[in-house]
């Protein structure tokens, strides 16, 4: 009963492949992020997608293009893939409730390593 | 968001309590102190969080000062489980979908046995 869960858990991956991270949430949940940690361990989110729709896009590289097929999923792929984008790459969800606090849940982290 | 300043790292007894400190002394009068960690190769985890008042859960308390400008994350009996990364993260609350969250470096927590 994983309540956000990702797979892959860890992909290993030559330089200019494309590839696809996906994640779902089993909570009910209406917003749906992306987070990037680097090898400096900081986290910093990519983006946001409220009920499908587009929220927030950070100044991410347009390789990276995110999906949402619907507002349990919310899936991350990146084109030609770079050696910077090695990293953990985390999901969360949330209410995204107006005027309430919002509690974020993150998935365990799928560990990309471009060679 | 009001930018917060933690030690970088702390070491703590196991069964005695881990005090956290936070400074946020831009913050401004909309906005919550969150408290998250991140455990060794997991995700981060929601602990607690509050606007002025002192609040408590399962996990731990936190302590905010009069001013504000400050707070101190209380887990009252350390045990070995809660070596992590802590992050307290200052911003404002509610606005529709747009919850993105702020991490800075943290602060190691060491619970030594």
């Known amino acids: 009963d994983t309540a956000v869960s990702q797979t892959p858990k860890y992909l290993v991956t030559q330089m200019g492949n494309d590839k696809s991270i996906k994640c779902e949430q089993n909570l009910g949940h209406d917003t749906m992020y992306w987070y990037k940690q680097d090898s400096k361990k900081f986290l910093k989110i990519m983006f946001s997608y409220n009920n499908k729709e587009l929220i927030i896009n950070e100044t991410v590289p347009n390789r990276f293009s995110p999906k949402s097929p619907d507002k349990a999923h919310l899936n991350l792929h990146i084109n030609s893939l770079e050696l910077g984008d090695s990293a953990v790459y985390f999901c969360?969800?949330?209410?995204?409730?107006?005027?309430?606090?919002?509690?974020?849940?993150f998935g365990p982290g799928t560990r990309l390593t471009v060679l | 968001d009001a930018k917060t300043t933690q030690p970088t790292s702390m070491d703590c007894a196991e069964g005695r309590a881990a005090n956290l400190p936070c400074n946020h002394s831009t913050i401004s009068g909309n906005e919550y102190v969150y408290w998250y960690r991140q455990i060794h190769s997991q995700g981060p985890q929601y602990i607690i969080h509050?606007?002025?008042n002192n609040e408590t859960n399962e996990m731990a308390s936190l302590i905010i000062t009069e001013d504000r400008k400050s707070s101190t994350l209380i887990l009252p009996h350390a045990t070995l489980r809660d070596t992590a990364v802590y992050y307290c993260?200052?911003?404002?609350?509610?606005?529709?979908?747009?919850?993105?969250?702020?991490f800075g470096q943290g602060t190691r927590l060491t619970i030594n046995p």
């Open positions: 993260i200052v911003r404002v609350a509610g606005i529709q979908g747009a919850q993105k969250l702020v």
């Open positions: 969360a969800s949330s209410y995204g409730t107006s005027g309430r606090i919002d509690t974020q849940y």
């Open positions: 509050g606007l002025k």
